[in-house]
């Protein structure tokens, strides 16, 4: 079965501080993968595509075949970037969006 | 252009109850899901629909029902309500692949109790 994993429920840093999110997929195929954001109480907001090798908020994610993995990454840490983090991805011809369990990211001044 | 509107925001239901939570969107997007949210388990896909009339099971379906009349509505329906439902839920929609890689759009969210 498809499925995608964030192996951190937590993640604490300092403001400054770099920051990875760690995400692997299980997928058979070339995997369509999203990070999305949600902060406090907030709706999901799509943050990342790999398709489109962007930068949002100074976040990137580099898709690597070989290690199976769509960690999101980004150089220093700001507070306003405390939030929820999944790591979705589309599921076979019907475009399903299948979650990974999310990781809460905590950054501290 | 209101993107995916949620309604109602906020409900408690006794359990036994039924009641239907509200979708719509106004992007005339083919695809439309719903999840449920819940601590440390992420978003679990309920049900999903690609197109008006076509609707199919997603991965925590017992429980729901939906129907999706036309394309701007997806409607989700507890037929009887158990405190196992007390969720969080969310509705998304998106344009058909490879539009679809753009990712999904999500409404606000209703957040459903159930005593």
């Known amino acids: 079965a498809q499925r995608v994993t964030q192996p951190e429920k937590l993640l604490s840093v300092f403001k400054g501080a770099p920051v990875e999110l760690k995400c692997n997929y299980s997928y058979s195929g070339s995997p369509e993968l999203f990070w999305y954001v949600q902060y406090s109480r907030q709706r999901l907001q799509l943050l990342l595509r790999?398709?489109s090798r962007e930068s949002i908020k100074g976040f990137t994610a580099d898709l690597n075949k070989g290690e199976t993995s769509f960690h999101l990454k980004k150089p220093f840490a700001q507070e306003e970037d405390s939030a929820m983090y999944y790591c979705?991805?589309?599921?076979?011809?019907?475009?399903?969006?299948?979650f990974g369990a999310g990781t809460r990211l905590a950054v501290h001044p | 252009n209101a993107g995916v509107t949620q309604t109602p925001k906020f409900q408690v239901l006794k359990t036994g109850q039924s009641m239907t939570l509200q979708c719509a969107q106004d992007m005339n997007h083919e695809y439309m899901s719903w999840y449920r949210q819940d601590p440390g388990m992420g978003l679990r896909l309920i049900h999903y629909?690609?197109?008006?009339?076509?609707?199919d099971q997603g991965e925590v379906p017992n429980g729901y029902n939906v129907s999706r009349s036309t394309t701007e509505d997806f409607p989700l329906r507890l037929l009887s309500a158990a405190p196992s439902q007390t969720s969080v839920y969310f509705c998304?929609?998106?344009?058909?692949?490879?539009?679809?890689?753009?990712?999904?759009?999500f409404g606000s969210g209703t957040r459903l109790t159930v005593v």
């Open positions: 979705a991805g589309l599921s076979g011809g019907y475009n399903k969006l299948i």
């Open positions: 790999h398709i």
């Open positions: 998304a929609s998106s344009y058909r692949s490879p539009e679809a890689n753009y990712g999904y759009t």
């Open positions: 629909s690609v197109g008006a009339g076509i609707t």
